[in-house]
């Protein structure tokens, strides 16, 4: 079992930041891509950014210049920096970590920006 536990959601201002933490734990081996998606209500889930264990980074181009992925591979976590955060940005977020061919899903965390 794969156990993914989110935090560092809220509610902040326009402008201000936000981290999410990503920590995986349970029977898991090297971790290919770590990511972050983010859903809106009555939107589809997208993604927001994701890392590979290779070091390459991808950003949706709505976050790029502002969000920050990174991960640390030895406490199997990921973590997304937001900063410059806009009322757009409000939805759930959730983590996703990707190995042996299957996804695995954090819960979800909320992030509120207030205009």
């Keep these: 079992q794969v156990q993914l536990v989110e935090s560092g959601?809220?509610?902040?201002?326009?402008?201000?930041s936000l981290r999410l933490s990503c920590a995986a734990s349970g029977s898991i081996f090297s971790i290919n891509v770590m990511g972050w998606y983010r859903q809106a209500p009555g939107k589809q889930r997208d993604l927001v950014a994701e890392s590979t264990n290779g070091g390459r980074t991808n950003y949706a181009d709505s976050?790029?210049?502002?969000?920050?992925?990174?991960?640390?591979?030895?406490?199997?976590?990921?973590?997304?920096?937001?900063?410059?955060?806009k009322p757009e940005d409000t939805a759930i977020y959730y983590c996703k970590i990707s190995f042996l061919l299957d996804d695995y899903w954090g819960q979800g965390t909320q992030v509120t920006v207030s205009s």
């Design 9 to 16: 959601g809220g509610l902040v201002q326009a402008g201000g």
């Design 63 to 85: 976050v790029k210049g502002r969000f920050t992925i990174s991960r640390d591979n030895a406490k199997n976590t990921v973590y997304l920096q937001m900063n410059s955060l």
